[in-house]
């Protein structure tokens, strides 16, 4: 079970579940987040609760522009400020009663496991990171999700959005998920259509491209990091996550699931889950 909780981050007012153990504590904190256009409704609390069985307090939200969490324009992903933002989950968690401010865990997946990498470099307090389906490249994904012969066009519409925001008109909007994909067959899967936005800033795959976490993957050591990847990962590119994942330092781990990119929240999601879970017993 549960229990609702709003922090502020940069005077945003995020929402989330926090999940307490019944154990006497303080507890190890374990943060987690969802990827791209993601709700936490989509698939975190069955996380959540494995861990929080195993001992360990979490603090699940969702984005700013998302969800019951406030932000505009809404629906927009800017993958720097939900850095700053998980930063912020960070000293908020640490404030938490029956919470031990030292052993701080961060699990992140798809575009939130490249924040997971990026945070875990440049912040202490994260004492073990798990790094989920992760985007690490955002040049290279975008490319692979477009057409050579449609980057020309898309470009333009990113100087046309600018240009028309700057004098005044609301943000262009598209769709991320489009029956007959992968995303969507997800939505389905998981029964979420009724709470699923389906619906982004054009901005946002702007920002997308100019955002690479698998550079900060070198920075991750001393901390100890496991990345689980989908070796048939068509969102979020195999070759270049495990490319990644050799320049990291030790301590390290490995978990390569034979699945695509959202079976980690449905049909493998036992070995993932469990291999965080033993993950952060070991080093949390």
């Given at each position: 079970?549960?229990?609702?909780?709003?922090?502020?981050a940069?005077?945003?007012?995020?929402?989330?579940?926090?999940?307490?153990?019944?154990t006497?504590?303080?507890?190890p904190?374990?943060?987690?987040?969802?990827?791209?256009?993601?709700?936490?409704e989509?698939?975190?609390?069955?996380?959540?609760?494995?861990?929080?069985?195993?001992?360990?307090a979490?603090?699940?939200?969702?984005?700013?522009?998302?969800?019951?969490?406030?932000?505009?324009?809404?629906?927009?992903?800017?993958?720097?400020?939900?850095?700053?933002?998980?930063?912020?989950?960070?000293?908020?968690?640490?404030?938490?009663?029956?919470?031990?401010?030292?052993?701080?865990g961060?699990?992140?997946?798809?575009?939130s496991?490249?924040?997971?990498?990026?945070?875990?470099?440049?912040?202490?307090?994260v004492?073990?990171?798990?790094?989920?389906v992760p985007?690490?490249?955002?040049?290279?994904?975008?490319?692979?999700?477009?057409?050579?012969?449609?980057?020309?066009?898309?470009?333009?519409?990113?100087?046309?959005?600018?240009?028309?925001?700057?004098?005044?008109?609301?943000?262009?909007?598209?769709?991320?998920?489009?029956?007959?994909?992968?995303?969507?067959?997800?939505?389905?899967?998981?029964?979420?259509?009724?709470?699923?936005?389906?619906?982004?800033?054009?901005?946002?795959?702007?920002?997308l491209?100019?955002?690479?976490?698998?550079s900060?993957?070198?920075?991750?050591?001393?901390?100890?990091?496991?990345?689980?990847?989908?070796?048939?990962?068509?969102?979020?590119?195999?070759?270049?996550?495990?490319?990644?994942?050799e320049?990291?330092?030790?301590?390290?781990?490995?978990?390569?699931?034979?699945c695509k990119?959202?079976?980690?929240?449905?049909?493998?999601?036992?070995?993932?889950?469990?291999?965080?879970?033993?993950?952060?017993?070991?080093?949390?």
């Amino acid at each position: 079970m549960h229990t609702k909780i709003k922090f502020k981050a940069d005077g945003v007012e995020l929402a989330g579940w926090l999940y307490r153990p019944t154990t006497t504590g303080p507890h190890p904190v374990i943060i987690l987040s969802h990827g791209f256009s993601a709700l936490m409704e989509m698939g975190l609390a069955a996380y959540a609760e494995a861990f929080c069985a195993a001992g360990f307090a979490c603090l699940v939200y969702n984005h700013r522009n998302f969800g019951a969490s406030a932000g505009s324009p809404r629906h927009e992903i800017d993958p720097w400020q939900q850095v700053a933002d998980t930063r912020d989950a960070i000293s908020c968690a640490r404030t938490l009663p029956a919470v031990n401010p030292e052993r701080v865990g961060l699990w992140g997946t798809s575009y939130s496991g490249g924040h997971a990498i990026v945070v875990a470099a440049l912040d202490r307090r994260v004492r073990c990171v798990v790094s989920q389906v992760p985007l690490m490249a955002g040049d290279a994904t975008l490319r692979s999700w477009v057409p050579p012969e449609a980057w020309p066009k898309l470009q333009a519409r990113f100087i046309e959005d600018r240009d028309a925001r700057y004098r005044g008109a609301a943000p262009r909007t598209t769709k991320p998920a489009r029956e007959g994909t992968e995303t969507w067959d997800w939505v389905l899967a998981t029964k979420s259509e009724a709470i699923y936005p389906n619906e982004i800033t054009q901005r946002s795959l702007e920002l997308l491209g100019t955002y690479e976490p698998g550079s900060y993957i070198e920075r991750v050591a001393p901390t100890p990091l496991l990345m689980i990847l989908a070796r048939n990962d068509e969102q979020t590119p195999f070759n270049g996550q495990l490319a990644a994942f050799e320049r990291a330092g030790a301590p390290k781990r490995l978990l390569t699931l034979d699945c695509k990119h959202y079976d980690p929240y449905t049909r493998d999601f036992a070995p993932a889950c469990k291999a965080a879970c033993d993950w952060f017993i070991e080093h949390l």
